[in-house]
């Protein structure tokens, strides 16, 4: 009963927010009882059920489930459930034996295509909503002034800030990701949403060596790695809290004059190693988690 109210009450008070923003993919309840380690996302008219492995969720699935079919009004076709272990930070990247549901969703003026069942992840992170609006903003002001803006976008998964990018004005976006699967879907959604991909590049490769021999500079770099990443395809592994010093450096190093960084993190246990960086940044997590997540779901720091 607990569980069921509290989701009345959330999916009342975000449907607002939700239309205010506006978007309608966004998170409705976030293990807000902690007897309860689920989370609950909307999809436009589907939702997305995950449960978080812990020991009190055991014995939960069915009432969990019924509480959300009938609060959200949705059948079996439209509820999505899933289990996650937390876990090294590469879950995004791993194929379900399932068939897709790919549907398309709004953010601002955007669209993103998901896909609910083929991943773990659904193909657009939405705690990162505010800030892919606030670059987007920063974009916009340059090129109004008549400006070229270049822009690099690492570990860009399906490009929903590449997207943004494009759409505020920037001259040449490069996304870059190890996955020929997420750029294809990147792509997709600049089709999308009628952008052309003329004059914008989407590289595939192991960001590790990328950004070492990469000679070009930009005005915005976004930089949001996994946590933690290991693949056939790469040289080692990317371990964030080992790794980010290093990252930070060399996408500094490749920033125009006057250029901004945006790093991002959803490592919870996250340490700046303010010592080994070139550059200190302000740390703006407070105005890039968005009201429907919980603080801490990621931490965010502005270089420039």
């Not at 914008?200 to 590790?208: A, C, G, K, L, P």
Request: glycine share 6%; with cysteine.
């Amino acid at each position: 009963m607990a569980f069921l109210n509290r989701l009345k009450k959330r999916k009342k008070h975000l449907a607002k927010f939700a239309r205010r923003w506006p978007t309608d993919a966004y998170r409705v309840y976030d293990r807000d009882i902690p007897e309860y380690p689920w989370t609950v996302d909307m999809y436009g008219d589907h939702v997305f059920l995950q449960e978080i492995k812990h020991r009190q969720s055991r014995g939960q699935l069915d009432e969990v489930t019924e509480a959300v079919k009938s609060v959200f009004e949705v059948d079996d076709s439209n509820l999505h459930v899933r289990s996650r272990q937390r876990h090294d930070g590469q879950s995004q990247y791993e194929k379900r034996e399932t068939e897709p549901c790919v549907l398309t969703v709004t953010e601002g003026e955007l669209d993103f295509e998901v896909d609910l069942e083929s991943y773990i992840d659904t193909g657009l992170f939405l705690d990162h909503r505010n800030l892919r609006r606030q670059v987007a903003e920063e974009i916009r002001e340059r090129a109004d002034k008549g400006h070229k803006v270049r822009v690099l976008n690492l570990f860009c998964y399906t490009g929903a800030f590449s997207v943004w990018a494009a759409h505020a004005g920037a001259t040449q976006v490069v996304s870059v990701d190890l996955s020929n699967t997420y750029l294809a879907w990147a792509q997709r959604n600049f089709e999308k949403n009628n952008l052309d991909t003329f004059g914008h590049e989407f590289v595939r490769s192991d960001i590790m060596r990328f950004l070492p021999k990469h000679g070009q500079n930009y005005d915005f770099i976004i930089l949001d790695p996994p946590s933690f990443s290991k693949s056939k395809k790469m040289e080692g592994t990317l371990d964030v809290q080992r790794d980010h010093a290093l990252l930070i450096n060399q996408s500094l190093n490749r920033l125009n004059r006057g250029g901004v960084l945006y790093f991002s993190t959803n490592l919870r246990t996250f340490e700046l190693a303010e010592g080994n960086l070139i550059q200190t940044p302000e740390e703006i997590s407070h105005m890039t988690v968005p009201e429907d997540f919980r603080p801490g779901i990621h931490r965010t720091f502005r270089f420039g």
